[in-house]
């Protein structure tokens, strides 16, 4: 309305426009309060309507002006900042219009901007922005047409004084007001006055890049034209531009710059001072495209494509290889802008905080934090990283100007396309989005078949890719990563041929970056490689040859760096590959099964989980079996992709494969570690000779030579295993010669280590499950070390041998008799042996033969006994007493043979054994007397008493009892505890002396009769231990056994009295040391043989009783006995012997 009434003033006389002046100016003063809008409108009203009238031929008068402007500066000196703001602009649209005059104030003339210059000041920095944007463009309309430079530098210092500001809106109406100063406007004061128009930014559009349109519509001042306008104003601009604010360290004040620049670019380019310019306003808008600030970056790269239409040929030219330079980075460097300590260097928040909680953005943050942490060169890495940061905003920025300049520079960027679409690719890619959204962009203008250009220079992409893959800049390193990932999709064999190496090379060192962002970009580039490695290899999909030249390319590098890499991924996806390659693969990768089995077997150790070796270090701590461990390790292994991939190998193997095949696994066999690879390679040599059959047999001979000893010398029982398994395929195939050599080398192994022992046991296992039709012939050799390993010491081996023997042996008898001959040859080398365990196991052998065979073992009795006798005396050694074991049993069973092929010899045995008894060592004297005791009986010769017994009777006197009261009231939890050496001795002697008892002449005991009773009272004195007196109970019922025996058979008188005295004597004499037993003895078992040893002397003396009848004092003593008696058998025997007397005694009363 106010712009309409300016309008509608102009065709009234000057009389009645001058009363209208007077009437806004009264109601603006006037006494009425009125609304804020009804002001506004008087004050733009008084502004278009003055304006109009001073436009007039006849304008108005000079007091009519005066009070105008003396209305206007009122209210902008005492109005709020809003309506003050409002005076201002219509202050302007005069001021566009004529000079200002000086304003009378008391007979005095005054300038206006000294009168407003104090307020002006105070309305720029207030808070209103659009009392501030009125404000400052109404200052450059003042200055349109103002002569003075001191006014106008004074405005100038006014409108610089923004240069801070945050507000946009407020440095672009800035902007707008140096437009208006510098002259070349698009607009006219009729515009201003006579049209809608509102601000220069609002007319042109210049955002939107509607620039020509603009200049077009709106012809300039024609008094702008002139050179020597405002020359001293646009020097002034251009200092502070292009010294100050352009360049500044601070960035609101580039901003300012930037924003001030590209308006009088905008706005005053077509102007021959602007185009003077051009070279410099483009340097600045490339140096600004760099800024971190968004607006900033943005508005200069608007400025490269607003210079780019303003220039001439050579200036476009210039200006697109600039922009080239700055997207391919060969650009020429930036003017260095000088940093202070407030200097913003990254944004905020941007670096987090520094260790005291501080910010991280300004140059002195960043110094402070470097030298906190002791380190002052790190602020060079900082400014290094700042560089890097404005490199990549110059890109993004020259983006945003290029997308533009693209439009219309058409063939002159054909030259540029080599250099510029492999970069292009890879921005697209770039972390940040606004990156990728500008050169995104940028291709759309400049590609228009966009697969086409990426066909056309696939190698120059591949290579800037590539090449960038290694950058030191992670964001170049993530993009070409991303870049790669999506270009190899739908490759075929001779597009990628000369890059695919470098492709895995690159996506292995992403996947190993220091960057998360990378590495997940490297995953995903190995995914994408992968895939195309697999689809090129596989036979099915790709011609044969180059599936051939891919896996040629491909597999030695995943074996190399691939799976052998320190970083789990890699070595995971390698596998992964490996595998695929092997299924697709079939026969085209028979030329690298000796490089591929031989990394896939290392693979299953390298690649074991780490957790596994340290649970088997502490295996035992926890309880954990370690067989049971490495069983479970095995099998992990075996669930492997490794081990997948080792099963197809073995499926393309032929003949011509092995050549170069088994050699690698042999050095494997030498050099492998760790217990997976031990076992998989023994396990694939197993696998590989049963596929290849018969075709290994040239190779039999190394594999046996090498196999046998490391099943000797693996310490680990699952690796033995695995090793004799091979072993035992690989003698499938041997020839008659290697295969008796390897199983007599392997039957050698029994008399060697532990070690070697259970490698035996474990390769004949083998051998008999798997190649049983070779072992078949050589038994012979096998049995007898299967027979005497049976009696090792050590449990486990002779467990695994007595297993041997149970699962091969159908009949233990006919199989000893069958190699009869081969054992004793064996059992005798053992005996002869200087080794004490081999002396031991095969003395245990012949306990074995003896027990099984018999009398059958007569035979080859003599070659044994003579062995046994010759080793028995000298020194004694741990386990000798085995020797006496063995005599015994050879000696019960082939007694008969012995006497008859040498009469002396039992004597000469019994001389032998006897003196054995007289050693001291404990356990070897006891043993002797065990020997002694079965000597007498097998060979059971009367002559053997004389000769025995006195020797017996005093070692049994010798051997000094246990202290009284010790062991002869033993309880029941105590039967287990002989007592000491000496009672365990005496108990051995008296077994001889009942032996010697069985096998005597009656005359003969009869001479010692008063030796034995004084040997038994001895015996059951109450010292003894139990034990004792149990032996001595059976000694004296095999005695009473022998008395009646010789009664009943003698004929002669005189013998049979001597007989029966001796009898007498025994009852009288031991009956009561009997009852003492009974009566002290707490242990049932002693009850029961002393209950039936005094039934054997009742019963012996009630068949010769005396001829006189006879007191019986323990008559009394022995009932007592029965009733207190706990065990119901000896209760039983003891009621016996007592009726048995009772009767004796009453049929001795009723005689005469």
């Given at each position: ?10 065709a ?57 402007l003396k ?24 001021g ?5 005059p ?54 100038l ?83 502070k ?88 980075g ?30 991280l ?23 290094d ?55 995104t ?67 292995f ?17 190995c ?195 695995a ?113 004490w ?17 018999g009398?059958?073992l007569?035979?080859?009795h003599?070659?044994?006994?003579t ?110 505890e ?6 365990a001795l ?37 010292s ?27 004929q002669d ?100």
């Amino acid at each position: 309305m106010a712009r309409l009434l300016g309008i509608a003033s102009s065709a009234l006389p000057m009389v009645s426009s001058s009363e209208l002046i007077g009437e806004v100016i009264s109601s603006i003063g006037g006494t009425q309060n009125l609304r804020f809008e009804a002001q506004q409108g008087l004050l733009c009203a008084l502004g278009y309507v003055t304006a109009n009238c001073v436009l007039r031929t006849d304008p108005i008068s000079e007091s009519v002006l005066q009070s105008v402007l003396k209305c206007l500066v009122d209210i902008i000196n005492k109005e709020t900042a809003a309506l003050a703001s409002v005076a201002m602009q219509a202050l302007g649209h005069i001021g566009i219009c004529i000079p200002l005059p000086p304003l009378h104030l008391d007979s005095a003339a005054v300038s206006i901007w000294t009168i407003l210059h104090e307020k002006l000041s105070k309305l720029l920095s207030g808070d209103d922005i659009k009392s501030v944007q009125r404000t400052v463009i109404a200052m450059g309309h003042l200055g349109v047409k103002e002569p003075s430079s001191s006014h106008l530098n004074g405005a100038l210092d006014l409108i610089f004084s923004l240069c801070r500001s945050k507000v946009e809106d407020i440095l672009f109406a800035a902007g707008e007001a140096l437009s208006f100063l510098w002259g070349g406007v698009p607009v006219t004061t009729d515009v201003i006055l006579k049209t809608n128009y509102s601000s220069l930014s609002m007319s042109s559009n210049f955002l939107m890049g509607d620039i020509s349109s603009s200049q077009r519509m709106f012809p300039s001042m024609e008094f702008q034209r002139d050179e020597n306008y405002h020359v001293t104003v646009r020097d002034a601009i251009t200092r502070k531009l292009f010294d100050v604010l352009l360049y500044s360290n601070r960035k609101e004040e580039r901003c300012a710059g930037t924003v001030w620049l590209l308006s009088l670019t905008i706005y005053c380019g077509r102007h021959a001072s602007i185009q003077q310019l051009l070279p410099d306003i483009q340097e600045a808008f490339s140096h600004l495209v760099g800024e971190q600030n968004e607006l900033t970056q943005e508005l200069a790269s608007q400025g490269l494509s607003i210079v780019y239409e303003l220039g001439d040929d050579a200036m476009k030219k210039n200006l697109v290889n600039a922009l080239v330079g700055t997207l391919t980075g060969s650009g020429k460097r930036k003017r260095a802008v000088k940093l202070v300590e407030d200097s913003e260097v990254f944004r905020e928040g941007a670096f987090g905080e520094s260790p005291s909680g501080g910010k991280l953005s300004t140059y002195k943050e960043l110094c402070n934090l470097a030298n906190e942490m002791g380190q002052p060169d790190l602020i060079y890495k900082f400014m290094d990283l700042a560089n890097y940061q404005a490199s990549l905003n110059s890109k993004r920025g020259a983006a945003f100007g290029f997308s533009k300049i693209a439009k219309h520079a058409g063939d002159a960027l054909k030259p540029y396309l080599r250099a510029l679409i492999p970069r292009l690719v890879r921005y697209q890619y770039d972390p940040d989005k606004n990156v990728q959204d500008a050169m995104t962009h940028i291709w759309k203008s400049l590609i228009a078949d966009s697969k086409g250009a990426i066909d056309e220079h696939l190698d120059l992409i591949f290579e800037d890719l590539l090449t960038q893959s290694g950058s030191r800049l992670w964001r170049s390193r993530e993009a070409s990563c991303l870049a790669l990932a999506d270009i190899l999709q739908g490759r075929k064999f001779d597009q990628v041929e000369k890059h695919l190496k470098r492709i895995w090379i690159a996506a292995f060192r992403a996947m190993d970056d220091i960057k998360e962002t990378v590495r997940n970009a490297g995953d995903r580039l190995c995914r994408a490689v992968a895939s195309l490695t697999g689809r090129l290899c596989d036979v099915s999909l790709t011609p044969v040859p180059e599936a051939r030249q891919a896996m040629s390319i491909v597999l030695p590098l995943l074996l190399t760096e691939g799976i052998m890499n320190k970083v789990e991924n890699i070595r995971k996806a390698s596998i992964t590959m490996v595998t695929k390659l092997a299924k697709g693969a079939g026969i085209a990768i028979r030329p690298y099964l000796n490089d591929l089995v031989c990394c896939m077997l290392e693979s299953l150790s390298s690649l074991e989980d780490q957790g596994m070796n340290y649970v088997e270090l502490h295996a035992e701590k926890v309880g954990i079996q370690t067989e049971k461990l490495e069983n479970l390790r095995i099998s992990i292994a075996r669930g492997s992709p490794m081990w997948e991939t080792l099963e197809l190998c073995i499926d393309v193997v032929d003949s011509p494969s092995l050549e170069l095949l088994v050699p690698r696994l042999a050095q494997l066999v030498r050099s492998g570690i760790g217990l997976n690879t031990r076992v998989g390679v023994a396990n694939f040599i197993s696998l590989l000779v049963q596929k290849v059959g018969v075709d290994i047999k040239p190779f039999t001979g190394t594999l046996l030579k090498l196999l046998l000893p490391v099943v000797k010398d693996e310490r680990s029982a699952s690796s033995k295993r695995a090793f004799a398994n091979a072993c035992a395929m690989v003698l499938k195939y041997a020839a008659p010669s290697q295969a008796q050599k390897l199983i007599e080398d392997t039957a050698n192994l029994h008399s060697g280590d532990r070690n070697d022992q259970i490698a035996c046991a474990i390769l004949l296992k083998s051998y008999a499950s798997t190649a049983a039709d070779t072992l078949n012939g050589y038994h012979a050799v096998i049995v007898p070390v299967i027979f005497v390993s049976r009696f090792e010491d050590d449990k486990i081996i002779s467990g695994l041998y007595q297993e041997l023997w149970e699962d091969n042996m159908s009949s233990e008898r006919v199989t000893l008799q069958l190699y009869l001959g081969e054992i004793v040859t064996l059992i005798n080398e053992g005996i002869t042996s200087s080794s004490w365990a081999s002396k031991k196991k095969a003395s245990q052998a012949i306990c074995k033969l003896s027990e099984v065979l018999g009398e059958s073992l007569s035979s080859h009795h003599n070659v044994l006994l003579t062995s046994l006798m010759k080793e028995l005396p000298g020194r004694l050694w741990e386990g000798k007493e085995e020797l006496l074991n063995a005599l015994s049993a050879l000696c019960t069973s082939c007694h008969e043979k012995i006497s008859a092929l040498n009469p002396d010899a039992p004597s000469a045995i019994l001389s032998l054994v006897s003196s054995a008894c007289t050693k001291k060592a404990q356990k070897y004297r006891e043993a002797a007397f065990c020997c002694l005791e079965q000597v007498i009986k097998a060979f059971n010769n009367p002559e053997f008493f004389n000769m025995v017994f006195p020797s017996l009777l005093e070692m049994g006197k010798s051997l000094a009892p246990t202290k009284s009261g010790q062991i002869s009231l033993a309880s029941d939890d105590k039967a287990d505890e002989p007592g000491s050496s000496q009672a365990a001795l005496h108990e051995k002697v008296l077994s001889c002396v009942t032996a010697c008892i069985h096998v005597a002449s009656i005359r003969d005991i009869l001479e010692q009769q008063r030796n034995f009773i004084d040997l038994y009272l001895f015996s059951l004195s109450p010292s003894f231990p139990w034990t004792v007196k149990i032996s001595a109970f059976s000694s004296i019922k095999e005695l009473c056994s022998k008395l009646h025996s010789s009664i009943n058979n003698l004929q002669d008188s005189s013998p049979r009295t001597s007989i029966t005295a001796f009898v007498h004597e025994l009852f009288y004499t031991l009956t009561p040391e009997l009852l003492k037993c009974l009566r002290t003895v707490k242990i049932g078992q002693v009850h029961i043989a002393a209950a039936e040893c005094l039934l054997s002397l009742t019963n012996q003396y009630t068949a010769s009783p005396p001829a006189q009848g006879t007191d019986l004092p323990f008559m009394t003593e022995l009932v007592d006995l029965c009733e207190v008696e706990k065990s119901e058998q000896a209760k039983s025997l003891l009621k016996k012997s007592f009726d048995i007397l009772h009767r004796l005694k009453e049929d001795t009363e009723l005689k005469p």
